[in-house]
């Protein structure tokens, strides 16, 4: 079972931030918070991940709440290629287990 | 960097035949691999663990003498899809673990159309 939540669908205006929540109230010390977007008919891509501290890459910024039982991804300045899946993923860091298990994601789509 | 390469990205063939799709990492040395399979409208789930040199670990329900999985080094695995059916039908996607970012980096996917 996905140990994250998220909202099935959002809307987003071009040029504006999206904001993607998610909930993870069951999370783990030692897990990592991962978000991957998956475009029609492709394979997923890695976006950014993040332990405890917000994370900022080219691509987007993880801000992960105190408590770690949420998150939220923005992509600041969303544009059309931006339609996609988004997955929100808890994954332990301890071991060598590193499976990913997928919900079901946040369909974002922005408009024109 | 990170890329994931995938063989064939589509393809056709008879029911009964089987299939065989490669997947490789591009610019790192990958000892994690993992095969996932991918239903219309569905989200992915695992299908198997893919470690090199050693057997795949498969997912609960997956049949491993359907579903043969060879990672023969460390930039190439490979799934055989053995006697396939049409419900074997699907989009398989391929992934492999970077220890430089722990992070799984994945391929762009094959979709298996079985007539």
């Known amino acids: 079972d996905a140990k994250t939540t998220q909202p099935p669908s959002m809307d987003c205006a071009e040029g504006r931030a999206a904001n993607l929540p998610c909930n993870h109230s069951?999370?783990?010390?030692?897990?990592?918070v991962y978000w991957y977007r998956q475009i029609h008919s492709q394979g997923p891509q890695y976006i950014i991940h993040?332990?405890?501290n917000n994370e900022t890459n080219e691509m987007a910024s993880l801000i992960i709440t105190e408590d770690r039982k949420s998150s939220t991804l923005i992509l600041p300045h969303a544009t059309l290629r931006d339609t996609a899946v988004y997955y929100c993923i808890v994954r332990d860091f301890g071991g060598s287990n590193y499976k990913l298990t997928f919900g079901k994601g946040t369909l974002l789509t922005v408009n024109p | 960097g990170a890329v994931v390469s995938q063989h064939p990205s589509w393809v056709i063939c008879k029911s009964g035949t089987s299939v065989k799709i490669e997947c490789r990492s591009l610019?790192?040395?990958?000892?994690?691999m993992f095969w996932y399979r991918q239903f219309p409208k569905q989200s992915l789930m695992l299908m198997a663990t893919s470690n090199e040199g050693s057997k795949a670990t498969y997912e609960q329900g997956v049949e491993k003498d359907k579903f043969l999985i060879n990672h023969a080094s460390l930039t190439l695995s490979t799934l055989t899809v053995t006697s396939a059916h049409p419900e074997d039908s699907s989009f398989y996607i391929c992934?492999?673990?970077?220890?430089?970012?722990?992070?799984?980096?994945f391929g762009p996917g094959t979709r298996l159309t079985v007539l």
């Open positions: 069951t999370i783990s010390g030692n897990e990592y």
């Open positions: 610019d790192f040395q990958a000892t994690t």
């Open positions: 993040g332990l405890k």
């Open positions: 992934s492999a673990y970077w220890t430089g970012s722990d992070t799984q980096y």
